[in-house]
């Protein structure tokens, strides 16, 4: 096959990409598959890159197009896993899929397939590619409940010019159908969850691995001391499991939460109730913003964001500041919003673009602020 027009699909071994390599085969296009291996499997993961990799396989011999495989796992622990130990270290909760996406995913894999000869790549994300007046815009999937441009934000104009999403006009019941109908193994295979490098393993025990013990004090918002952590970086805002704290004396039988993290001095605060109000923020400041257009639309704008994943859009007013960052405050105050992970823009169906949460006005957070100053 000439490599001229041919487009490198990344044929991940689940049933997304394999129906997105079905789809562009079907509209008559030049392709092949690519499987990237991203993470040196250590036996106990249970990210299954080899199961993974044979799936792909056999799709690309049941489509009957050329297969290649590259290890990007080098490039993943530099650039993805090294940055994601060392914002754990700093007290903050990143998310490696978008740095993985960014760095990974639509970088080296869109290096990869240039040098061999490919013009265009395609993933099985759940996003959509448009065209308006600021360019190659990042659109929503149509399937709400699968929607992945959360994760996609990083990407810019060079990105989203070659770049096919052929699933994301789809609900995921048709893609299966598709798969079904077309006799692909992948059919029927169940959707990946959480982080690949850790797998099935419990993630405390996996991060224990990397990040030594350091045991802390576990106290509630009035200073009462409840028990004893294992290290603050193992907690993130708003998580409830794994705190160990039973019947207390004198207090409601109410679940407890996680409401803030004194870095400094290794304590993790507690309270009870899930919209406890030490969740609670209406601003945050980000970290330098990227804009998919390239440019923000305006100095000061009102549109939705999301602060995590699956999040419903949230209004709010949109201040560019001087460093690059955002200052964004909500019509409605927020819970859990979490320095390390992101926060990403969108008008309408668009995706605007993203940006790392630096800092929020939650109560806790305020005081050891004010605390270090």
Not at 73 to 93: M, N, S
Not at 313 to 332: M, P, S
């Amino acid at each position: 096959m000439s490599a001229s027009g041919l487009t490198l699909v990344g044929l991940s071994g689940g049933v997304d990409s394999s129906v997105a390599a079905l789809l562009l085969q079907r509209q008559g296009r030049a392709i092949a598959g690519l499987f990237m291996q991203n993470w040196n499997e250590d036996g106990d993961s249970g990210c299954r890159a080899e199961d993974d990799r044979r799936d792909a396989l056999a799709v690309a011999g049941r489509l009957g197009i050329p297969f290649h495989t590259a290890n990007f796992a080098a490039d993943y622990w530099r650039d993805v896993f090294e940055h994601f130990l060392a914002e754990y270290r700093a007290g903050r909760t990143p998310n490696p899929d978008v740095l993985c996406n960014r760095e990974i995913k639509f970088k080296r894999f869109l290096d990869h397939a240039r040098a061999l000869g490919a013009e265009r790549i395609a993933t099985g994300h759940y996003a959509r590619v448009g065209r308006g007046e600021d360019g190659w815009r990042l659109l929503r999937g149509l399937d709400a409940g699968k929607d992945q441009s959360y994760f996609l934000h990083q990407l810019g104009q060079d990105q989203l010019a070659v770049t096919d999403f052929p699933v994301g006009e789809l609900p995921k019941a048709e893609v299966r159908r598709l798969a079904t109908e077309a006799g692909l193994g992948t059919s029927h295979k169940k959707d990946s969850t959480g982080i690949c490098f850790i797998g099935e393993r419990d993630f405390r025990e996996f991060l224990s691995q990397y990040l030594p013990a350091r045991p802390g004090e576990l106290r509630a918002v009035d200073g009462a001391r409840l028990g004893e952590h294992p290290g603050a970086f193992f907690y993130t805002i708003g998580q409830r499991e794994g705190l160990s704290i039973g019947g207390v004396r004198g207090r409601d039988p109410a679940p407890w939460y996680v409401v803030g993290k004194d870095v400094a001095r290794n304590i993790v605060y507690v309270d009870q109730g899930h919209d406890s109000p030490w969740l609670m923020s209406s601003e945050l400041h980000s970290e330098a913003m990227h804009w998919v257009a390239g440019a923000p639309p305006a100095p000061a704008f009102r549109c939705s964001a999301k602060t995590r994943y699956r999040q419903s859009d949230q209004a709010c007013e949109v201040e560019c500041l001087a460093h690059g960052g955002l200052r964004i405050c909500f019509e409605q105050p927020q819970r859990a919003v979490t320095p390390g992970q992101s926060v990403v823009l969108y008008r309408d169906e668009v995706c605007l673009g993203g940006a790392v949460i630096a800092t929020t006005d939650a109560q806790l957070e305020r005081q050891f602020r004010q605390e270090a100053a």
